[in-house]
């Protein structure tokens, strides 16, 4: 009987981690800013990267695409369309201009050249509404994300060509209503228009929903609530992102692992859970979401939701480190720092008020380098400068967030990066070599101790190391 029991348990667990495989997502994610006949939008394209990389992250399959004409996005839509077809979870997602005609919204190609009403209706736009409903229309759950709440590029054109009747051309987008199953959220309220963001960054409602509706165990209709709330904060109350739900369950992208497969309850998708001893992958992406924090309570989440996890001694060294702060050597380094650059938070908005042009963020990146942080000096602060601004911020004690506040660009710059030789250097060292008699044998000169970084002598042992046993092997045989 009790041979029984444990394959009833097996098989249970079995079909559990299949269902969970068979959980199907599919996304559709454009960013379009490079139009042709209207003023240029910088972020869409970095936004949907950004939000394509973020769904990949948590098994959904991607159409993706930047700065599409209309038979491009078109081509993009069937493709989805297709995939989509009988999906547990289709979304939805596009940054980049669109307009309200006459209560209908409709998305822009970057090749639109709109100058009436007809031309909307006829086809250089394409419509929301249908598109939506032949793309998705039967999938489980649809989820919409629209960042296109800007001015309508094409308003006086259109307003102008429609002299012999009434339209009504308005800003931002108009109300949408969510069918069953759906999710609907707009950047900000029906009418209004939306923030872009700083160049070469996230608009702020594309970085809430990165920051936001993927975290490990939250409910998708909590994570908007975190988004809304996020939104309206980084732009001082001038933003607050609007949306209708439809739902019918809950709907997580990023499932709480549970111990109970028999109890547990599916989720909106009609996916159990699979037990938490298969579920490996997501307990990284809580970890990696976790483990540079400074914050106790979310390493202490992390414990209690894996008491006996994988990176259990990991988390308690990263709490004992924070209780006792900063190491002797970083505290050494870092003397004189303002001490709130080791308890202020930064943010998208701490960098954004601080200014930095693109020669600015190009000395950013130079510094870090230069202090062995090694990352392309670019002007532009790629997800590879983040991911180096996150190391060297955990390196110094600082809460590391891949991003920069006042405090942290200050300790940046003030600090001593090894230099170059001077031409002062080489000078000296050619006057010496002249002053040497002809056919003299006398050792050179010993060069100047130069200042160096631990990462380059820990570099060179490791080179070493691999060299000589190499060249031991050889000798060996």
């Given amino acids: 009987m009790r041979y029984l029991t444990l394959l009833a348990s097996l098989i249970c667990v079995a079909l559990s981690v299949s269902a969970a495989k068979a959980d199907r997502r599919v996304a559709f994610v454009v ?68 307009i309200a005609v006459s209560g209908t919204n409709y998305l822009l190609p970057v090749d639109a050249d709109i100058k009436s009403e007809m031309d909307v209706k006829l086809g250089a736009a394409i419509n929301i509404d249908l598109t939506l409903e032949q793309t998705m229309g039967d999938a489980k759950v649809k989820l919409v994300f629209l960042d296109a709440c800007r001015d309508n590029p094409f308003a006086a054109k259109i307003k102008s ?40 960054n996230n608009s702020p409602f594309t970085r809430a929903l990165i920051d936001n509706i993927t975290k490990p165990g939250i409910e998708i209709q909590q994570a908007m609530t975190s988004v809304r709330a996020q939104v309206n904060e980084e732009t001082r109350k001038g933003q607050l992102p609007w949306g209708h739900t439809n739902l019918t369950g809950s709907v997580y992208l990023n499932q709480a692992p549970t111990t109970q497969v028999a109890n547990a309850a599916p989720t ?32 202490n989440a992390y414990l209690s939701a894996y008491p006996n996890g994988q990176f259990k001694a990991l988390a308690l060294a990263r709490l004992a480190a924070i209780k006792s702060g900063p190491s002797t050597a970083t505290r050494t380094l870092n003397a004189g720092v303002d001490p709130a650059t080791f308890t202020d938070e930064a943010t998208q908005l701490t960098e954004d008020q601080i200014g ?62 090894a230099a170059p030789p001077t031409a002062s250097d080489t000078s000296q060292k050619a006057a010496r070599r002249a002053a040497a008699p002809a056919g003299s044998s006398a050792p050179a000169p010993a060069p100047a101790p130069q200042r160096s970084n631990p990462g380059d002598a820990a570099g060179a042992a490791f080179v070493g190391g691999v060299v000589g046993g190499m060249m031991g092997g050889m000798f060996r045989r």
């Fill in 31 to 98: 960013g379009n800013g490079s139009y042709k006949n209207v003023a240029q939008l910088p972020n869409p394209p970095i936004d949907a990267k950004a939000m394509a990389s973020t769904l990949r992250n948590v098994g959904f399959e991607v159409i993706e695409g930047s700065n599409l004409s209309r038979d491009q996005m078109t081509e993009k839509l069937l493709d989805f369309g297709r995939k989509a077809q009988g999906s547990d979870i289709a979304l939805f997602y596009y940054a980049g201009h669109g």
């Fill in 268 to 299: 909106a998708s009609g996916i159990v859970p699979a037990a938490s001893g298969s579920s490996d992958g997501v307990e990284l992406e809580y970890w990696r979401s976790v483990k540079e924090s400074n914050k106790p309570e979310e390493l």
């Fill in 356 to 417: 930095l042009d693109k020669t600015q963020r190009r000395d950013v990146q130079r510094r870090l380098t230069g202090l062995g942080f090694d990352t392309k000096q670019t002007g532009v602060f790629s997800d590879e400068t983040r991911t180096v601004l996150k190391r060297w911020q955990a390196a110094r004690g600082y809460p590391s967030s891949g991003y920069l506040n006042k405090h942290q660009h200050k300790a940046l710059i003030s600090e001593v990066q």
């Fill in 161 to 200: 060509n429609s002299a012999t009747r009434s339209v009504n051309v308005q800003s931002g987008l108009a109300e949408m209503k969510s069918g069953e199953g759906t999710l609907i959220a707009f950047a900000t309220g029906p009418g209004q228009t939306a923030l872009d963001g700083q160049e070469g």
